[in-house]
């Protein structure tokens, strides 16, 4: 059966089963869905229901319905379209039609590489380093011993500059990492960060970067809607600089809450 889940800033308010003809969205008591907001219409728009197909109309609303972003006056509904009316989202989700709900996830949150958003991604996780480490506490100089021995073996390094745009050093394994959804309709989902950098929210409302370097795994800020509107990890805005995630850390990003897992 399908159904319509609405939210508001990524948090999931009411869930509602298609199985009625025609449901009505908007402000005023008499609707199906109503949405007390100023930014809605008393009558906003329409839900007909015919068979197994669902279209969605206008009904003539002060500021438009729109469907993943573009404004419609109708639209015949698919799994996974996102409607907004106002400021509230309303999911279209078809349970007949879906393939894996991981894939919806994915379509909501992780930005296509090659896109624009994606693109300065790449280019602010390049430019941005993370905050060096507290130098360590200074030890009394001992004697230096003397040996007649080899000089010990020491690991090579790599060499200087052969590291990716995200500062990967080819040939360096890291831990299998992970983010689960915690909060949310997805809630339980998984997205394996098996890519040098994965960028993740909602344009114009949060985005950031997921970057694998040399020594872990760091978010970046990108881009917010509002100035100074930042993720969070563990409840503390992350800011400009990179950070170092740690296992079992909780991020907060574009209103979806998604735990960090290594292994």
Request: no cysteine; glycine share 8%; aromatic share 4%.
């Amino acid at each position: 059966m399908a159904r319509l889940i609405l939210s508001l800033d990524g948090q999931v308010m009411a869930e509602y089963n298609m199985n009625k003809e025609r449901y009505t969205v908007g402000r005023l008591p008499d609707n199906d869905i109503r949405i007390d907001n100023p930014a809605v219409s008393g009558h906003h728009s329409l839900v007909i229901n015919i068979l197994n197909d669902s279209f969605l109309e206008d009904l003539n609303s002060t500021n438009g319905t729109y469907v993943n972003g573009k404004l419609i006056k109708k639209h015949a509904l698919q799994h996974g379209d996102v409607v907004t009316v106002g400021h509230h989202q309303l999911r279209f989700v078809d349970t007949q039609s879906s393939d894996t709900e991981p894939d919806e996830f994915e379509k909501t949150m992780v930005i296509t590489p090659g896109s624009a958003v994606a693109a300065i991604a790449a280019k602010k996780a390049a430019t941005v380093s993370p905050p060096p480490p507290a130098p360590a506490p200074k030890a009394a100089a001992a004697p230096t011993p003397v040996s007649t021995s080899a000089p010990p073996m020491t690991r090579p390094m790599p060499p200087a500059g052969n590291t990716s745009a995200t500062g990967e050093h080819p040939g360096i394994a890291l831990p299998k990492a992970k983010l689960q959804v915690l909060s949310g309709a997805f809630a339980g989902r998984e997205l394996e960060l098996n890519k040098a950098l994965t960028t993740l929210g909602r344009p114009g409302v949060q985005v950031a970067a997921i970057t694998r370097r040399a020594d872990g795994y760091f978010i970046v800020h990108v881009d917010s809607g509002k100035p100074g509107d930042y993720p969070s990890v563990n409840g503390s805005a992350i800011g400009e600089q990179a950070r170092k995630l740690a296992d079992n850390d909780v991020i907060l990003l574009a209103g979806v809450k998604m735990g960090f897992f290594e292994g």
